[in-house]
T-cell receptor, first 114, second 116 residues
């Protein structure tokens, strides 16, 4: 899983609660990404950031929020507005290269809504 | 719209036999193509990529993939499968060009089952 850490590994949330997933990288990568993985659907992009203090919505951003105050960190908050948050969440980072550089993935956080 | 298709949900092979995991793509422009592998409850691991040049790309763990522009395919292959190759495999594509964000479009994944 390279130099990317995600915590916690497992997270349980009650309905109506906001929760924050941590993602830290020590690879000195500018770009960071958050994906959601559901069985049989592959990975879907939630948010991405190409540089500190800047981020863009991905394909399924509704109900999620992010911040990028430091190069190393890209936390994801799953808000109560996300109607079906139970999923496996993956963070990734990559060096700049106009899309030619591979992404390095963290070990993931499995979120379950009780 | 750009898309990636992995037509097989599952591929079953016997250990020692060659394996192929199929991937086709639809993009406007020239693609960068990637293969990743995922073991249960783990993140994705990079296997190989095609950027330009030789259509046959060699990667980690003895895997290789062939870029076929006319068929818009990037199939993953290995001459002799191992039981330890059993995992979930993802094909992904990103696009060239200045201002490219590095966003990847993933296929839905193919489960490879290698039986002893």
């Amino acid at each position: 899983d390279g130099g990317i850490t995600q915590s916690p590994k497992y997270l349980f949330r009650k309905e109506g609660q906001n929760v924050t997933l941590s993602c830290e990288q020590n690879l000195n990568h500018d770009a960071m990404y958050w994906y959601r993985q559901d069985p049989g659907q592959g990975l879907r992009l939630i948010y991405y950031s190409q540089i500190v203090n800047d981020f863009q919505k991905g394909d399924i951003a509704e109900g999620y929020s992010v911040s990028r105050e430091k190069k190393e960190s890209f936390p994801l908050t799953v808000t109560s507005a996300q109607k079906n948050p139970t999923a496996f969440y993956l963070c990734a980072s990559s060096a700049p290269g106009q899309g030619s550089n591979e992404q390095f993935f963290g070990p993931g956080t499995r979120l379950t809504v009780l | 719209a750009q898309s990636v298709a992995q037509p097989e949900d599952q591929v079953n092979v016997a250990e020692g036999n060659p394996l192929t995991v199929k991937c086709t793509y639809s993009v406007s422009g020239n693609p960068y193509l990637f293969w990743y592998v995922q073991y249960p409850n783990r993140g994705l691991q990079f296997l190989l990529k095609y950027i330009t040049g030789d259509n046959l790309v060699k990667g980690s763990y003895g895997f290789e993939a062939e870029f076929n522009k006319s068929q818009t395919s990037f199939h993953l292959k290995k001459p002799s499968a191992l039981v330890s190759d059993s995992a979930l495999y993802f094909c992904a594509v990103s696009l060239h060009g200045s201002g490219n964000t590095g966003k990847l479009i993933f296929g839905q994944g193919t489960t490879l089952q290698v039986k002893p």
